[in-house]
């Protein structure tokens, strides 16, 4: 069934959707607000389907701005507050929004034909109104439903379409793997980051309630544990890395977390020894590994953690492909291709990148989209084994990172000639970044803050290199290629 079909039906109930910071939203406020929202866009844009950027953190305004623009025929770009104004400028030019719906409460000067702040929304938007939009002007089928902005090599960022059928089908599978019961799903990724796909909608559509943490509370574990304490979280779903941090103190367990029965896991390695711990702190858990790139829609993958697959000596496996996809293996380089109905339709207007990345086939007749994930893996009686990456893109506390979206933007800086970012691993997992820079003029200063300071109005913080230092020049290997585990060396 139609998955905003199914969200609407709680609609006529004052069931809690969302709960942030002991402030809830009912299933009925969240419709009758994002319906009088989206009655506001339409009379804006009346049938242009540009893209309105979604700006903000974890605010209840997040959902409802995502659901007014489905509901009035745009595709939502989600943006979250971690995110540079610079970079926020260069999504709104490469996307070609006019509307920025800014749930913050930070002002900021962009040139955006139109930006709805917190207080317009507040006071004037969000209004009950008789009126209802037009259910024509809707979101459906092949129209694109959302645009990720995910880290591009360029040095600008890449927006990946889903359609709704992309969503559809990812929920369609992913409902059926989880528990039936009761749930408040813990939502930590930001919004921004198509994690949070699974805990949003996995909760509206089975009418749960979704308990939202943010990242103050992320930075701040003693408050972070007084939370979760209250919070009655049934579902975790984060990446490996943030149940690795929250491992680092003893008090998370399951006495911290009594009623949580079950943990989904995507987005980097789920570790043998993070298993293990997680088994002994909370026993009687259901843990679900879950592998895909944005670009096909959250995951394509994904397989229960038994205690017995930690005696195996292969690495813990990412999943068995759910039925409207197919995994293959490309011959010589492993590579993962994946085809199927949850594939994007390509890199918003960047059709050469589209065209390296994204391929169209024939599978018994059918016409099937496919996207080359720069993963490489095996495949064991069905079930798909990660191993690594052909390219320089990283995994870093989560984070999606391309090496080379950092070198471009630390090489705009006039004095700087080259710069290569390493990722420093410290056993089996990245720590951080660090960069060798060549200089092309004498640096009166302080050099380090300088490229910081610089950086930080580019780049997202978990971007910027903790480590810098200056060398004369690059080391070369023999294939006249920059020499990068030498340059580790440096650090
Ligand atoms: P993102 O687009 O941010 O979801 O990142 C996608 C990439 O994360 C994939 O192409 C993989 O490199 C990595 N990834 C996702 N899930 C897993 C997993 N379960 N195990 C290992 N790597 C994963």
Redesign the pocket.
């Known amino acids: 069934m139609n998955f905003i079909n199914i969200i609407e039906n709680y609609c006529t109930t004052n069931k809690i959707a969302h709960m942030y910071k002991n402030s809830t939203l009912t299933y009925r406020e969240l419709k009758t607000k994002s319906d009088s929202l989206a009655i506001n866009i339409i009379d804006l844009f009346g049938k242009d389907k540009t893209p309105i950027i979604v700006f903000g953190h974890k605010d209840h305004l997040m959902l409802i701005s995502f659901l007014a623009c489905v509901k009035s025929g745009h595709p939502y770009i989600p943006v979250d507050i971690s995110t540079p104004i610079t970079r926020l400028k260069d999504i709104l030019i490469i996307s070609g929004a006019k509307l920025i719906i800014n749930t913050s409460n930070e002002l900021f000067d962009i040139p955006a034909d139109i930006i709805l702040n917190k207080s317009d929304l507040k006071t004037r938007l969000l209004q009950a109104k008789d009126k209802k939009p037009n259910i024509s002007y809707r979101l459906k089928g092949e129209d694109v439903y959302y645009i990720i902005y995910?880290s591009g090599s360029t040095g600008k960022p890449k927006g990946v379409q889903i359609t709704k059928n992309c969503i559809q089908s990812f929920i369609d599978w992913s409902i059926t793997l989880i528990n039936k019961t009761d749930k408040i799903f813990m939502n930590q990724a930001p919004f921004s980051?198509?994690?949070s796909v699974m805990d949003t909608y996995l909760s509206l559509v089975s009418g749960s309630i979704l308990y939202s943490i943010d990242k103050d509370m992320i930075a701040n574990l003693p408050e972070l544990f007084m939370n979760f304490k209250s919070s009655g979280i049934t579902t975790w779903v984060s990446t490996p890395s943030f149940a690795e941090m929250s491992l680092q103190s003893e008090q998370f367990n399951e006495k911290l977390l009594p009623e949580l029965n079950e943990m989904l896991?995507?987005?980097?390695?789920?570790s043998k020894e993070c298993v293990k711990k997680l088994f002994e702190r909370f026993p009687k858990i259901k843990l679900i590994?879950?592998?895909?790139?944005?670009?096909t829609t959250?995951?394509v993958t994904a397989v229960e953690i038994k205690k017995e697959m930690l005696l195996s000596k292969e690495t813990l496996p990412?999943?068995y492909v759910k039925k409207d996809c197919e995994i293959i293996i490309e011959e010589n380089t492993n590579e993962i291709l994946i085809v199927g109905d949850s594939v994007s339709i390509g890199y918003f207007a960047d059709p050469v990148l589209t065209e390296k990345f994204f391929f169209n086939t024939e599978i018994f007749g059918v016409k099937r989209r496919g996207y080359r994930?720069?993963?490489t893996g095996y495949i064991i009686n069905g079930l798909l084994y990660?191993e690594g990456?052909i390219d320089n893109?990283i995994?870093l506390h989560g984070?999606?990172v391309e090496i080379e979206d950092i070198e471009n933007n630390i090489r705009k800086l006039s004095f700087i000639k080259n710069a290569v970012v390493v990722p420093i691993i410290e056993r089996g997992t990245i720590k951080y970044l660090a960069t060798a820079i060549v200089l092309n003029d004498k640096f009166e200063g302080n050099i380090i803050l300088a490229v910081k300071n610089f950086l930080r109005n580019l780049l997202p913080s978990y971007m910027i290199p903790r480590k810098i230092k200056v060398i004369s020049v690059l080391p070369m290997n023999a294939n006249g290629k920059i020499d990068r585990k030498k340059i580790l060396e440096e650090f």
């Open positions: 995910t980051f198509d994690l896991f995507c987005g980097e390695t789920l590994n879950f592998y895909g790139p944005t670009e959250v995951a990412v999943g994930t720069g993963d990660y990456r893109q995994k984070y999606r």
